[in-house]
């Protein structure tokens, strides 16, 4: 059922749809053609009076190239604890595990260990002298 009928017509006239009603079963059949294709990746289609969803999943997703990448960070963060069995500071930690960046240092290693007590801090947060 076309929401506007108007703008089909339109579209059709301006050759910006092949055929009236294909939309969805091209979809379906070119996302069945991509490399790494499933039945579980099948689109999907939400349909209400204000508006249409096509949930279009990631075919190129693995989940173990992820578990890979998590275990490289958890030995990272093992190597980090055992670093800082005496106090270090952040530029320590850093350099001991190879990472430049202090922004992501902070949000993928230092604030996840910190949240999770498996590391503390031995000054006030603001402090220079912070030691972990």
Same mark, same amino acid.
């Given at each position: ?26 979809? /379906?059949?070119? $996302? ?5 294709? *499933? +039945? @579980?990746? %099948? ?20 989940? /173990?190239?992820? $578990? ?5 960070? *958890? +030995? @990272?963060? %093992? ?54």
């Amino acid at each position: 059922v076309r929401r506007n009928p108007v703008i089909a017509d339109l579209f059709h006239r301006m050759k910006f749809m092949e055929r009236r009603g294909s939309g969805l079963t091209k979809i /379906l059949s070119e $996302t069945a053609k991509l490399p790494g294709y *499933d +039945d @579980r990746l %099948k689109p999907e289609f939400f349909s209400t009076p204000s508006d249409f969803r096509v949930v279009l999943k990631n075919v190129n997703y693995s989940p /173990l190239a992820n $578990t890979e990448q998590v275990t490289v960070q *958890d +030995d @990272r963060m %093992k190597t980090l604890i055992e670093f800082c069995s005496i106090p270090r500071s952040r530029d320590e930690m850093q350099a001991s595990i190879g990472i430049g960046h202090r922004e992501y240092f902070r949000k993928a290693f230092l604030k996840p260990l910190l949240e999770s007590g498996r590391l503390q801090m031995t000054q006030q947060p603001q402090s220079k002298i912070c030691r972990y």
